[in-house]
T-cell receptor
Framework: NAGVTQTPKFRVLKTGQSMTLLCAQDMNHEYMYWYRQDPGMGLRLIHYSVGEGTTAKGEVPDGYNVSRLKKQNFLLGLESAAPSQTSVYFC?????????FGSGTRLTVV | TQLLEQSPQFLSIQEGENLTVYCNSSSVFSSLQWYRQEPGEGPVLLVTVVTGGEVKKLKRLTFQFGDARKDSSLHITAAQPGDTGLYLCAGGGNRGSTLGRLYFGRGTQLTVWP
């Protein structure tokens, strides 16, 4: 099925651990985005990419890194997880009409 | 600073009632989108409006883009329990924005009781 796939769906990390969230889209979209969603804060942009090999910072990039080695994949990395990074993470790709979102990754850092 | 302000933040109504959700900004946007998000899922695009004053209807949902392209509203007629969800507005293409980036409001949580 066409769309945006995020893995994993749930994860619990200990403070200081690292992990990578994977986002894959099969719609040949150029633009991809990583957001975090927190209660009362809405969706906040972490990083984005306008094409293979490009990445740029959004409004809350600290503590995160990204890579876009292949057009279909956009990876979000946490080098040293902190409790403040407990959140639901959404990946999206852009069409001419709007965004297509993945179903999210719920990350808890203890 | 939130670029898009949504109101109300929470809305709890009975089945069959009408409701309106508002999305306001001091910035001009080239497009305004509405999404609905259900628990455990990502937001799903409902509609995109691009022309000031534009009105779009999607069954019982009516979307309007303000004449000055700074605000939008979502009106639901005869709400049903299936309309329950988080409604998000998002603006794109405002002056100085990153190409392709959308700015999201914080959302309106709608609950429709049977």
């Amino acid at each position: 099925n066409a769309g945006v796939t995020q893995t994993p769906k749930f994860r619990v990390l200990k403070t200081g651990q690292s992990m990578t969230l994977l986002c894959a889209q099969d719609m040949n979209h150029e633009y991809m985005y990583w957001y975090r969603q927190d209660p009362g804060m809405g969706l906040r942009l972490i990083h984005y990419s306008v094409g293979e090999g490009t990445t740029a910072k959004g409004e809350v990039p600290d503590g995160y890194n990204v890579s876009r080695l292949k057009k279909q994949n956009f990876l979000l990395g946490l080098e040293s997880a902190a409790p403040s990074q407990t959140s639901v993470y959404f990946c999206a790709s852009r069409t001419n009409y709007g965004y297509t979102f993945g179903s999210g990754t719920r990350l808890t850092v203890v | 600073t939130q670029l898009l302000e949504q109101s109300p933040q929470f809305l709890s109504i009975q089945e069959g009632e009408n409701l309106t959700v508002y999305c306001n900004s001091s910035s001009v946007f080239s497009s305004l989108q509405w999404y609905r998000q259900e628990p455990g899922e990502g937001p799903v695009l409902l509609v995109t409006v691009v022309t000031g004053g534009e009105v779009k209807k999607l069954k019982r949902l009516t979307f309007q883009f303000g004449d000055a392209r700074k605000d939008s509203s979502l009106h639901i007629t005869a709400a049903q329990p299936g309309d329950t969800g988080l409604y998000l507005c998002a603006g794109g293409g405002n002056r100085g924005s990153t190409l392709g980036r959308l700015y999201f409001g914080r959302g309106t949580q709608l609950t429709v009781w049977p």
